[in-house]
């Protein structure tokens, strides 16, 4: 039964279904052979989307939405040119700068990708940058959303591996700055060497940077309020997004420059992609209780603490796992199917549950990436050229891919990146 469950997964997945008519498939079919009563996998899908917390969901991505189109995208890519604008490579900084800013933001990893490059990238191309390296940097830059906060896949994982999803967000701002931090060095690096952008010599006066600064700024509250609203008590993460979204068409109004005509139909595609997302972790939910009735969760634990001696061995296996799987399922399906099964061995190894989460969404911003199902990257080329593969972006999606593998070993080997804040406002 189990060897027929992993196969039969993987055999579907690589045909080419999606993924949660994989697990559908799968599921249904493995209670039909076990005579379990397919009851069951209504029962469990059911259970798996029943939860209040999940709420948050459609709300942060609908503030993502909304914020992406009601001219905040502008004003924090403004602020961003005027720090790095004067560098080598300045517009390619100010794309990975501006993704940061966005994803501080929006919380989806796809949406900071659209909403940046979509201002971006024709005058990138202008400034006489090659397609396939404005691809791999915009489209990776985009999982800047994922880590920094707030992040839908943090609100996720929260609920999947019963982890603050408070803390979680502030565990996020460190290790978000680090990554964008090395993301813009290498932007630098090979837009010298390549001879990409126009270097920006024009001076500017303290007043207009000031002006800038004070544009962004209301943009740049969101976090505040919603991290705010969280520790204070004041609010839940559900409520905190129902706050962001609130103070999202706030801004849009103020600045006017979203229609209502493009609010409902923003409206619309936030639904559709919530409800994209509530299938896959309904259906995982019932994979996943499958699993564990066929003790696959146990043989993972019993071979972890069979071959892991160390925190940090258990964490470069657990890792090493994700970043084969990640390259053949995305990630919301990872995280209902694997974050169950890690944590409880993740707390018998003595790691912080805080720490571990962020070595899970640095594993998962990764997973973005890599080909052939990095959405991210996948989302660099359908904004760059529509006729472009992932295939086209090499060798430089596979420097991202380095850099941020390089990231998730320092979170693994200097745990206070990520635990530092938390602890602090704990």
């Known amino acids: 039964m189990i060897f ?5 997964f993987f055999l579907l997945l690589f045909m080419g279904l ?5 697990m559908g498939a799968v599921t249904s079919g493995a209670m039909f052979l076990g005579n379990i009563s397919i009851e069951m996998m209504v029962q469990r899908m059911f259970a798996g989307a029943n939860s209040f917390s999940l709420l948050a969901l459609p709300l942060f991505i609908l503030a993502g939405n909304v914020m992406g189109e009601g001219g905040l995208t502008k004003r924090l890519m403004r602020l961003a040119n005027v720090i790095v604008g004067r560098l080598p490579g300045g517009l390619a900084m100010t794309g990975v700068m501006t993704c940061a800013l966005f994803g501080a933001v929006s919380g989806s990893t796809v949406a900071t990708t659209f909403a940046v490059g979509s201002v971006l990238v024709p005058e990138m191309k202008r400034q006489n940058y090659s397609n396939a390296f404005i691809a791999s940097l915009i489209g990776p830059s985009g999982v800047l959303g994922l880590i920094i906060p707030p992040s839908i896949t943090m609100v996720i994982l929260g609920i999947t591996a019963n982890i603050s999803i408070g803390k979680l967000f502030v565990a996020g701002f460190f290790p978000g700055i680090l990554l964008a931090a090395m993301l813009c ?7 010298h060497r390549h001879n990409y952008g126009i270097v920006n010599k024009e001076k500017i006066s303290l007043k207009e940077f000031l002006h800038i600064a004070g544009d962004a700024f209301l943009p740049l509250m969101t976090p505040v309020i919603i991290l705010g609203g969280i520790f204070s008590g004041f609010m839940t993460p559900t409520e905190a997004a129902v706050s962001a979204v609130l103070y999202g068409l706030l801004l849009s109004a103020f ?5 209502f005509s ?5 409206m619309v595609e936030s639904a559709v992609t919530s409800a994209t997302i509530l299938i896959v972790i309904s259906v995982c ?3 996943g209780w499958l699993l564990t009735i066929q003790k696959i969760p146990t043989m993972i634990t019993n071979f972890f603490l069979a071959y892991a001696n160390t925190p940090t061995q258990f964490l470069l296996i657990v890792s090493g796992i994700l970043l084969i799987l990640g390259c053949l399922t995305e990630v919301t399906s990872l995280i209902i199917l694997l974050a169950p099964i890690f944590m409880p061995i993740a707390l018998q190894f003595g790691i912080d549950p805080i720490h571990f989460g962020m070595v899970l969404i640095m594993n998962f911003a990764l997973a973005n990436i890599t080909p052939p199902v990095g959405l991210s990257t996948i989302a660099g080329c359908a904004i760059t050229d529509k006729k472009m593969g992932i295939e086209d972006t090499m060798p430089y999606t596979l420097y991202v891919i380095g850099i941020v593998a390089a990231a998730v070993l320092a979170i693994i080997f200097v745990p206070e990146i990520s635990t530092v804040l938390p602890e602090f406002f704990s």
């Open 262 to 266: 493009r609010l409902k139909t923003m």
């Open 285 to 287: 939910n019932a994979f």
């Open 255 to 259: 600045y006017k420059e979203l229609t």
């Open 18 to 22: 999606p993924i949660a008519f994989t």
């Open 4 to 8: 027929g469950i992993l196969i039969s």
């Open 185 to 191: 060095i290498y932007a630098g690096i090979i837009s």
